[in-house]
């Protein structure tokens, strides 16, 4: 199976960037698809972007532009760039994987790490 582990989280002011990154092992980690899903307080979990073994990306509208999802699997990691943060964007980012399609749907993914604050001040 897949065990997953979050970095990179922290306190940055609006407009700011911070990068976070998945790290990943199991066997078949190279052919699953992996996304990144946040929970603010009081709010569902929530799907932000994934990846899947061949690059192919998807990514929650209000990210677009903003967001970059990358992998290279020879690392067994998964990054998310965030650029021009806003406190909308506050939340735990989580880390999950996917023996599956690539998806949008947040009950899809199986592997969950422990996840990681970005909490962004105005």
């Known amino acids: 199976q897949v065990q997953l582990v979050e970095s990179g989280g922290g306190l940055v002011q609006a407009g700011g960037s911070l990068r976070l990154s998945c790290g990943a092992s199991?066997?078949?980690?190279?052919?699953?698809?992996v996304g990144w899903v946040r929970q603010a307080p009081g709010k569902e979990r929530e799907f932000v972007a994934a990846i899947n073994w061949l690059g192919w990306t998807y990514y929650y509208g209000s990210v677009k532009g903003r967001f970059n999802i990358s992998r290279e699997n020879a690392k067994n990691t998964v990054d998310l760039q965030m650029n021009s943060l806003t406190p909308e964007d506050t939340a735990v980012y989580f880390c999950a994987a996917n023996s599956r399609s690539l998806s949008y749907y947040v009950s899809d993914y199986e592997y969950w790490g422990q996840g990681t604050q970005v909490t962004v001040s105005s």
């Open positions: 199991g066997r078949t980690f190279s052919t699953y698809c």
